[in-house]
């Protein structure tokens, strides 16, 4: 009896087939299929108003599609059995452009909160991950006193990051990961992100419109336009689609930023 098509092959984290997204009469998504292997780091890229961020926001259950499948880990990510929705939702975080913390909670309770959701940790616990977390991300224990106003912006990516990490998702979902950010912040953000995925191993899947954050991260490129993804693959893959916003968003900033990078 010979084996089924898909025996052997790797569940991928991301699978997106048929993808379609319309509020009320604008459709934003048309037919989009995307898959996202284990440990890829995906860089999705389109112009103003394309879909991206909604894209994002569908594939960590913020959103609903209006048609179509979305499957995280080969699991539907809007599933109705609450129990396993909490675990698969535990699997993966988010960092939103501008960190989205909890203004009224001190650095240590955001990271804390995502722990102290589960209630399985006593406080003793969740005081050594906090901890763990936030040298992760090269801040100190005095850090965690700190409330989120008091924060510069390369501290509240950090904080962010820290709080995104704290389940150890497999999946992290950026959106913008550097806005904000002056040049030798984003380099020292992106260089830190680098250094935790090549430790931990999860899967990236992120927003960005700055070529050096994508140099620097992405090891495939997606690119959402005319509703749909119009090319994806390796940089030279994706380079080699002759597509308007590809040619005129890569055109000479894409491979300055590479050179860029790789000399650094």
């Not at 048309?30 to 112009?47: K, S, T």
């Not at 909160?113 to 209630?119: A, G, I």
């Amino acid at each position: 009896m010979s084996a089924p098509p898909d025996a052997g092959r790797a569940v991928p984290v991301i699978e997106i087939r048929g993808l379609c997204t319309r509020f009320d009469d604008v459709l934003v998504h048309q037919y989009i299929d995307l898959d996202v292997g284990a440990g890829q780091m995906l860089g999705l890229v389109g112009g103003s108003g394309s879909g991206k961020t909604t894209l994002l926001r569908e594939i960590v259950g913020l959103l609903a599609p209006s048609a179509g499948t979305l499957k995280l880990f080969g699991q539907a990510v809007l599933d109705d059995d609450r129990k396993r929705s909490r675990a698969l939702r535990r699997r993966f975080g988010m960092l939103f452009q501008q960190g989205a913390l909890f203004s009224a909670l001190s650095v240590f309770d955001n990271i804390a909160f995502p722990l102290r959701e589960l209630r399985t940790l006593d406080e003793a616990m969740i005081r050594d991950l906090v901890l763990l977390k936030l040298a992760m991300v090269e801040l100190e224990p005095r850090h965690g006193a700190l409330m989120p106003a008091e924060l510069s912006g390369g501290m509240v990516k950090r904080v962010a990051l820290a709080r995104a990490l704290s389940l150890e998702p497999e999946l992290l979902v950026f959106d913008e990961p550097t806005a904000g950010l002056d040049p030798d912040l984003a380099e020292s953000f992106v260089n830190l992100i680098r250094l935790l995925q090549r430790e931990l191993g999860f899967t990236v899947v992120m927003v960005t419109h700055d070529l050096a954050t994508l140099t620097g991260l992405a090891t495939r490129l997606a690119v959402l336009a005319d509703k749909t993804i119009v090319a994806c693959g390796t940089a030279a893959e994706v380079l080699a689609v002759d597509h308007p916003f590809i040619r005129n968003f890569f055109a000479s900033g894409y491979a300055a930023a590479a050179n860029r990078q790789a000399a650094n």
